[in-house]
């Protein structure tokens, strides 16, 4: 018979699904209150450049997910071959859409597009993806909040702190230092707790 130590060692399995269905269900319901108070409803652009199978799997996820709360979605399919300074000016027009309210470049980018150059490019305010860098050095900083954080990162406090699991005076282990995840959950972990988490960045590669 398993002594009360070795039953608190037991792990616990997240239901993400159910807690996402949950998630998207709020979502649809606070969609549909703006869409009845203000007669609009969010958009999202999703910009990709290429045709990378995982990229364009990723991005009808993006676009599923969109349709089952009432997002409307606006697709822009770029070249493999698009000038950097022909992105740039993509970004800038999405900046300035009125109907557009989140923009999104899925990444990875060719080898000839700097990142950098055009992530700096997107409004803050449309920064969806959190990867604008006022957003992640105010995720950084404590008393500071971004206007959006890296949706990977923040799921996973999400199922977290939805399954009833405290974070506070953990030990934490981020596998990996990736700007798109390793070092934001890092980051977001701290920023959990005020007293003594403390977060490990290994690298993988």
């Not at 450049?49 to 089952?68: F, I, L």
């Not at 800038?92 to 990142?115: K, S, W």
């Not at 992640?136 to 500071?144: P, S």
Request: with cysteine; hydrophobic share 40%.
């Amino acid at each position: 018979m398993a002594s009360s130590e070795e039953e608190q060692k037991k792990a616990t399995i997240i239901d993400g699904k159910a807690i996402a269905h949950t998630i998207r269900s709020e979502i649809a319901s606070e969609v549909q209150q703006l869409s009845t108070k203000h007669g609009k409803v969010p958009g999202l652009a999703v910009i990709i450049v290429g045709s990378r199978k995982d990229s364009q799997s990723y991005v009808n996820m993006k676009r599923k997910a969109c349709a089952e709360v009432g997002i409307k979605s606006y697709d822009i399919n770029l070249p493999e071959k698009v000038p950097e300074a022909e992105l740039i000016q993509k970004v800038q027009e999405l900046n300035a859409h009125p109907d557009i309210h989140g923009i999104l470049v899925q990444l990875p980018l060719p080898a000839h597009i700097n990142e950098e150059n055009v992530l700096n490019e997107i409004s803050i305010e449309k920064d969806v993806d959190g990867f604008h860098p006022s957003n992640i050095g105010k995720l950084g900083m404590k008393g500071r909040d971004p206007l959006f954080q890296p949706c990977t990162p923040k799921g996973c406090l999400e199922l977290l702190s939805r399954s009833g699991i405290s974070v506070k005076s953990k030990r934490a282990v981020v596998v990996g230092r990736s700007n798109i995840v390793g070092l934001p959950v890092a980051l977001l972990l701290l920023k959990a707790d005020d007293a003594v988490i403390r977060s490990s960045l290994t690298h993988t590669d």
